[in-house]
């Protein structure tokens, strides 16, 4: 069994704790049991369509839920997986796949959060295309697209262990264990989102799968559910403020703000409200997280920890 990869991991904690919650999406819990069962029936999909070791599987979807799905499934084929933002141009869309020699192109509308009961349920273009003169899929897990702000967005290639080697750091720096569930908001078409799977898959914590950014929602699920990380860009927070009720729940821990600058005053707004803040960069090519830092640790270092 290689633990440094999603199906490792999860195969390894559906041993160990199969009925603990691995994901929490659209009202459901879903232990890690039932996901196991969940990435096989996808497997078999992937199967039925023809996908095979070291195919490339783009995937043209907003539905969190799937991409997770799909990432646990690409894994246990040994296929690369490629989320891009479906909002993207279609031609923009050619240009990535192309460079990345794509075998096959998922499209997906629906948030349908337990489905895939045959193969008809998800359909999958083949493309079958040349690849790229001299490259070998065999070590390469995840391709995400870069934001584009240098110049034209590019893929990004990213293996297991430097996935695994970025979860295990962040979860050292952040404290996050088994016991702990990560809220996530961001999309899985951007590192920051789907990094989010990986560090939940080495700590075999739980995650809270919300198919895009509602402040009023996330306000509640933060009351809802026993949530101690949190995700964010800026303007998310600022939202979040916005709607907030009162000081956060005393079990959220970290509040992981990064993707952008976040401005003096509103930090200090969250701050002063009780909200955790870490800030953090990162890019694409490092698997997320660069370098992160606790801000009310920075701004009261009386509070710092030894």
């Known amino acids: 069994m290689n633990s440094n990869n999603l199906t490792g991991r999860l195969d390894a904690v559906t041993q160990r704790s199969p009925e603990a919650s691995a994901i929490h999406v659209r009202g459901a819990s879903v232990p890690y049991a039932h996901l196991q069962q969940l990435v096989e029936r996808l497997v078999r999909h992937l199967n039925f369509y023809g996908v095979e070791r070291g195919d490339t599987i783009a995937m043209v979807t907003g539905s969190s839920w799937l991409t997770t799905l799909t990432l646990y499934a690409g894994a246990k084929l040994g296929a690369v997986i490629y989320p891009v933002n479906p909002k993207m141009p279609e031609n923009s869309h050619n240009v990535l796949f192309q460079q990345a020699g794509v075998d096959f192109i998922i499209h997906h509308e629906n948030d349908d959060p337990l489905f895939l009961d045959g193969p008809e349920v998800l359909q999958i273009q083949p493309l079958r295309p040349q690849r790229p003169s001299g490259r070998d899929n065999s070590d390469i897990a995840l391709i995400m697209?870069?934001?584009?702000?240098?110049?034209?967005?590019?893929?990004?290639?990213?293996?297991?262990?430097?996935?695994?080697?970025?979860?295990?750091?962040?979860?050292?720096?952040?404290?996050?264990?088994?016991?702990?569930?990560?809220?996530?908001?961001?999309?899985?078409?951007?590192?920051?989102?789907?990094?989010?799977?990986?560090?939940?898959?080495?700590?075999?914590?739980?995650?809270?799968?919300q198919q895009g950014f509602d402040a009023e929602q996330l306000w509640r699920d933060l009351h809802s559910y026993s949530v101690t990380h949190l995700s964010l860009v800026p303007s998310m927070l600022i939202k979040l403020l916005g709607v907030a009720n009162g000081r956060p729940p005393q079990q959220l821990r970290v509040v992981l703000i990064g993707g952008a600058a976040l401005d003096a005053q509103s930090a200090r707004r969250a701050l002063d409200a009780g909200w955790p803040l870490w800030l953090t960069y990162g890019m694409s090519e490092t698997a997320s997280q660069l370098a992160t830092g606790c801000l009310s640790e920075m701004a009261f270092p009386e509070n710092s920890r030894d």
């Open 145 to 209: 697209a870069t934001s584009g702000s240098g110049g034209v967005p590019k893929g990004v290639m990213l293996n297991n262990q430097a996935l695994f080697a970025a979860a295990r750091s962040a979860n050292v720096r952040l404290d996050f264990d088994a016991a702990d569930c990560w809220l996530n908001c961001l999309p899985l078409y951007h590192i920051g989102g789907a990094s989010i799977v990986y560090r939940v898959a080495m700590a075999g914590a739980a995650m809270l799968l």
